[in-house]
């Protein structure tokens, strides 16, 4: 059996980012053949990881990135085991590649797409993916992906799992507003963005409800419409869930709707996502 210097198994670690020990092993079973080596380890940690392909994923972060010269917005969810790794420099390195390549490449729709495009260091970020899989030997999913174009306004809590992308239509200037919003739709967590959004079914119902109640106190019909509009936008911010309708966050003096309004933005969509969910 050839001997294993340390220096061979240093070369081997800085060459797989694997751990020294694994390292020393391989190189021991390969007689020093580092390529066959680096092979060994490929193929152990493949098996290991094999068998944790039913383990759940609850852990994780969402990353997001704005272009402050397009306004384009991206959000991408990666899901892993353990909460350590959710918040390791790996896992923060990996994610930052697939953002910046989502927010300056082509685009993608699916997690699948975007793990086939390159990579900042050649191959591609599926590359990337398999050897931070066998590095860390724990079960990771890159779970969905999103990118808009502006007018956008992101936000991501502290903690990493809870994020909302807010779209707006309009010429405003004052994008710290559509920000602000998106900060609202994570913590209030509307149901839809307009009231022509809301379900159908049930705003008919609401309505020949609250139409049905108005006529029996016998007042005028002209007199009833107007007391079922002004209950229906009560029903629309507080049982609908519209975000237009919602009494701003940082202001619950004006409705989302109005503070757009004043930075010349409508509310167009808005998406909200939990980890995991």
Not at 84 to 91: F, K, Q, S
Not at 139 to 152: G, M, Q, W
Request: proline residues 3%.
């Amino acid at each position: 059996m050839a001997e294993v210097t340390a220096a061979a198994v240093k070369s081997l670690r800085d060459a797989t980012d694997m751990p020294m020990m694994m390292c020393k092993q391989a190189l021991q079973e390969a007689d020093g053949d580092a390529e066959r080596a680096t092979q060994i380890l490929m193929e152990k940690a493949g098996k290991r990881l094999e068998k944790r392909t039913e383990n759940a994923t609850e852990e994780g972060r969402i990353f997001v990135q704005v272009c402050d010269q397009s306004g384009r917005a991206v959000m991408v969810e990666v899901q892993c085991e353990s909460a350590p790794v959710a918040t390791g420099a790996n896992l923060a390195e990996f994610g930052a590649m697939l953002t910046n390549q989502l927010l300056t490449g082509p685009g993608a729709e699916t997690a699948e797409e975007l793990l086939a495009q390159p990579a900042p260091q050649g191959g591609t970020l599926k590359d990337v993916f398999t050897a931070l899989s066998s590095k860390i030997q724990e079960k990771i999913v890159v779970n969905r992906v999103i990118r808009s174009e502006a007018p956008v306004g992101i936000y991501v809590h502290h903690d990493g799992k809870t994020a909302a992308l807010f779209q707006a239509t309009g010429e405003g200037k004052k994008t710290d507003i559509l920000r602000d919003v998106a900060m609202h739709v994570a913590a209030m967590k509307p149901t839809v963005t307009n009231t022509c959004d809301a379900d159908p079914a049930l705003v008919k119902a609401e309505r020949d409800r609250l139409s049905e109640e108005a006529r029996a106190t016998g007042k005028p019909e002209n007199i009833i419409e107007k007391i079922v509009d002004g209950r229906m936008k009560l029903y629309y911010r507080d049982e609908a869930g519209v975000l237009a309708e919602q009494a701003f966050a940082k202001d619950d003096t004006k409705s989302v709707e109005q503070v757009l309004a004043e930075s010349g933005y409508k509310a167009k969509a808005f998406t909200l996502w939990t980890l995991g969910k």
